[in-house]
């Protein structure tokens, strides 16, 4: 399983940021997906999921509104569109097969400050 996040960066507060997840090695269109988040000297954190056809979406109440999570099931690849960022935003951020980040890949990271 290879799991490769990329599309973070340094934003400014409110700024828009869309996260990508390039997955292979295993069948990613039966796959529900996640994307999970740690910010510095927290744990893991779940943002939210998605299921294996782009339907039953859930959101963590502290994005629900402001982030959209998406997936190309012909390309193998899951994204994370973040709007309005916040400084408590700034994370690590992963894509990962389960809710608890067990089988996660390398992440990207998100910076939001001024």
């Known amino acids: 399983v290879q799991l490769q996040a990329s599309g973070g960066g340094l934003v400014q507060p409110g700024g828009s940021l869309r996260l990508s997840c390039a997955a292979s090695?295993?069948?990613?269109?039966?796959?529900?997906m996640y994307w999970i988040r740690q910010a510095p000297g927290k744990e893991l954190e779940w943002v939210s999921r998605?299921?294996?056809?782009?339907?039953?979406?859930y959101y963590a109440a502290s994005v629900k509104g402001r982030f959209t999570i998406s997936r190309d099931n012909n390309e193998n690849t899951l994204y994370l569109q973040m709007n309005n960022l916040t400084p408590e935003d700034t994370a690590l951020y992963y894509c990962?097969?389960?809710?608890?980040?067990?089988?996660r890949g390398q992440g990207t990271q998100v910076t939001v400050s001024s």
């Open positions: 990962a097969l389960d809710i608890a980040g067990r089988t």
């Open positions: 090695g295993f069948t990613f269109n039966q796959a529900v």
């Open positions: 998605i299921g294996s056809e782009g339907g039953t979406i």
